[in-house]
């Protein structure tokens, strides 16, 4: 019993002085941000957040290494105001400080910027077990502005 309780002791340990963090791999696969601005709301399950990196520079080569972004065409426009269309009815809905930080302007959504949009089962949109609107992340880069911003609800 002792042993079991050793054991038990030295894995806690070994939690708690690894100091893990979790790195987004998609802000991973890019040049490190100059500013961040982060908002969110909720718990454990059930949350959404707003976030705007800044940078200052980042090119298309950057944007296009990544094994993630995409350039924006017309379609895809339509695509990511539906995702943010659905963002900002639950900012309405959660208010408090995401409500009150979020300055989103959907007139920047573009062709020609780059984008990411990861559902919870990694399928392309409409294609996975869950519907679209169940939980999701939506990276849109504003190349003119250099602002990454983020949008993510899993509600």
């Not at 298309?60 to 009815?89: G, M, P, W």
């Not at 003119?144 to 911003?149: E, F, L, R, S």
Request: charged residues 25%; glycine residues 6%; contains cysteine.
């Amino acid at each position: 019993m002792k042993k079991l309780w050793f054991l038990l002791l030295a894995i806690m340990l070994l939690f708690s002085l690894c100091g893990c963090t979790y790195q987004d791999p998609v802000f991973a696969s890019l040049p490190d941000y100059k500013n961040k601005e982060f908002y969110t709301s909720g718990g454990f399950q059930d949350f959404t957040d707003y976030a705007k990196y800044t940078y200052d520079t980042i090119t298309l080569q950057d944007l296009e290494s990544s094994k993630y972004f995409t350039i924006t065409s017309a379609e895809d426009v339509e695509e990511i105001l539906l995702h943010i269309d659905n963002f900002e009815r639950w900012v309405e809905a959660i208010g408090g400080e995401l409500k009150e930080n979020y300055d989103f302007d959907k007139t920047v959504v573009t062709e020609g910027d780059f984008f990411y949009i990861k559902t919870k089962d990694g399928e392309p949109i409409g294609q996975g077990t869950y519907d679209k609107f169940d939980n999701y992340s939506v990276y849109y880069f504003d190349i003119d502005a250099q602002i990454m911003y983020y949008f993510h609800n899993n509600i």
